[in-house]
């Protein structure tokens, strides 16, 4: 299963970003092989809209979960239609962190109706 987590910064040491469609870098970790890809997020500057192509990326690097601080409307819409499953990590910790407290069942799902 691959697990997308917004970040601050590239690599699972990262800060965890909590803003979904204009985090920095999207870090996106296969749970089964335990190798972890970072993508610079061309959308951070970009005008409105970006939470459903935020979306799309996540798509389209397989991700079937997401891990986050929040999500706006329109993100949240495109989530929901794409079958994407988003948990809330709100604490300080690494991308690292966020994905054992997943693993662990620690993490709440974020409500997206």
């Given at each position: 299963?691959?697990?997308?987590?917004?970040?601050?910064?590239?690599?699972?040491?990262?800060?965890?970003?909590?803003?979904?469609?204009?985090?920095?870098?999207?870090?996106?970790v296969d749970t089964e092989t335990?190798?972890a890809e970072s993508i610079e997020?061309?959308?951070?500057?970009?005008?409105?809209?970006?939470?459903?192509?935020?979306?799309?990326?996540?798509?389209?690097?397989?991700?079937?979960?997401?891990?986050?601080?929040?999500?706006?409307?329109?993100?949240?819409?495109?989530?929901?239609?794409?079958?994407?499953?988003?948990?809330?990590?709100?604490?300080?910790?690494?991308?690292?962190?966020?994905?054992?407290?997943?693993?662990?069942?620690?993490?709440?799902?974020?409500?997206?109706?």
């Open positions: 299963m691959i697990v997308g987590i917004t970040a601050r910064a590239a690599g699972t040491d990262a800060p965890v970003e909590q803003r979904f469609g204009r985090a920095p870098y999207f870090v996106f335990g190798k997020n061309p959308l951070v500057d970009a005008a409105g809209g970006v939470g459903p192509r935020a979306v799309q990326m996540f798509s389209e690097h397989g991700a079937t979960v997401v891990i986050t601080g929040q999500v706006g409307g329109n993100a949240a819409k495109a989530l929901e239609v794409g079958g994407l499953k988003v948990y809330a990590y709100r604490g300080s910790g690494s991308v690292a962190d966020a994905l054992a407290e997943y693993t662990a069942g620690n993490l709440q799902p974020l409500p997206l109706a």
